[in-house]
């Protein structure tokens, strides 16, 4: 279980930034006061425009970086207070977060695994189960550099997950991959929670939210908009689908703005 209350998080604006502002200082509110809990056995679906805060708010779960306040416990343990414990519960995976092109699969899932404390036994079982569901297999020797964009995301994917993490959070999942590897990783993500883990997935498609999650916090300018089932979320702005909810708390938003 993640449970995220009030969570915070400003950065100060660049030159550039502040130039064309016009000022001489600043800062940017990523996140502000967001609060939302997702649980074990689900798939928690943050949904929002590009810029909306996603990654800041996920960065800060996965104790990248500090939120500026508010809380974030996995379990009971404080990601603010208990970093290296919290990581040890977790694995996060961005497409910003590339592996070296010179290794291939095969060692960098020993590597990694290593990393994690875990015996070589372990890291073998574990390589098996993975490599089998992402068909990475036949390339395990094959240098990351050397392979497609689809292989290097599932080799990616399956050495985040060397150490059978209980919270799983990705960041944008399908973004850029094809039809086919895009549905080897959801599929994948449904069995992750049908085992229990807690999976957390921020997107901007749609589709994905609607399909794949139980519930969903669409968040706008760093701000939760709502919160909860697709249905509470239809039900709440009398819509029939996602894409069109999404679009009428948008423009609610930019009214207020306004």
């Known amino acids: 279980m993640v449970k995220v209350t009030n969570l915070t998080k400003t950065f100060s604006l660049n030159r550039k930034q502040l130039k064309e502002k016009g000022i001489k200082k600043g800062a940017i509110i990523a996140v502000n006061n967001v609060s939302f809990e997702a649980k074990s056995g689900e798939i928690f679906a943050l949904l929002g425009p590009n810029g909306a805060g996603k990654t800041t708010a996920l960065r800060c779960i996965a104790a990248l970086i500090n939120a500026d306040s508010g809380n974030i416990f996995l379990d009971d343990i404080n990601v603010g ?9 977790m694995c996060f995976l961005t497409n910003e977060l590339k592996l070296d092109d010179h290794f291939s699969a095969d060692y960098l899932f020993d590597f990694f695994g290593k ?12 390589k098996k189960i ?49 039809v086919i590897t895009a549905r080897a990783v959801t599929d994948y993500l449904a069995k992750l929670k049908k085992s229990g883990k807690t999976v957390i997935v ?55 703005d306004e």
């Open 81 to 89: 207070t208990m970093k290296n414990e919290a990581r040890k519960k």
């Open 130 to 178: 993975l490599f089998k569901e992402f068909d990475i297999e036949q390339f395990k020797h094959v240098k990351i550099g050397k392979m497609s964009s689809g292989m290097k995301q599932k080799t990616a994917i399956a050495v985040n997950l060397v150490h059978d993490p209980e919270i799983i959070i990705f960041d944008e999942p399908t973004n850029g991959l094809d």
């Open 202 to 256: 921020s997107t901007h498609i749609m589709s994905i939210a609607e399909k794949m999650s139980d519930r969903i916090a669409v968040i706008i300018d760093g701000e939760i908009a709502i919160n909860g089932t697709l249905s509470e979320i239809l039900d709440s702005t009398s819509c029939e689908n996602l894409d069109d909810a999404f679009f009428k708390l948008y423009k609610e938003r930019k009214k207020t």
């Open 115 to 126: 990393l994690h404390g875990l015996a070589q036994e372990t890291i073998d079982e574990n």
